[in-house]
């Protein structure tokens, strides 16, 4: 079993940046594909960003191109995103999430996932 655990989320000025961090413990490796999901106040989960095993290939939603970055470091266990450019409607919960097949954009398709961390950004 794998247990992912988010952290770096917190309050930031709009075109501030943040790096997110979503470490695997328990079954101390992570999931061949990692993914970053949100869920904004009365909206549905979206996805964010994903990255394969072997950092080959990444994905990321329209609203984070050119300002998002995906990372993982497979010693460490660890994935990262690193926001910049940050804008008012970032504002949401940043959800790290796992799985074993293919590279997804569905959050359905992830079996493994963080309690999430809170981003928040003022205008």
């Known amino acids: 079993q794998v247990q992912l655990v988010e952290s770096g989320g917190g309050l930031v000025e709009a075109g501030g940046s943040l790096r997110l961090s979503c470490a695997a413990s328990g079954r101390t490796f992570m999931t061949p594909v990692v993914a970053w999901f949100r869920q904004a106040p009365g909206k549905e989960r979206e996805f964010v960003s994903f990255i394969t095993r072997s950092s080959d290939a990444t994905n990321y939603a329209d609203s984070a191109k050119g300002r998002f970055t995906i990372s993982r470091d497979n010693a460490k266990n660890t994935a990262y995103l690193q926001m910049s450019s940050l804008k008012p409607e970032d504002t949401a919960v940043y959800y790290c999430?796992?799985?074993?097949?293919?590279?997804?954009?569905?959050?359905?398709?992830?079996?493994?996932w963080g309690q999430g961390t809170q981003v928040t950004v003022s205008s």
């Open positions: 999430a796992g799985r074993y097949g293919s590279p997804s954009v569905n959050s359905n398709d992830y079996n493994y």
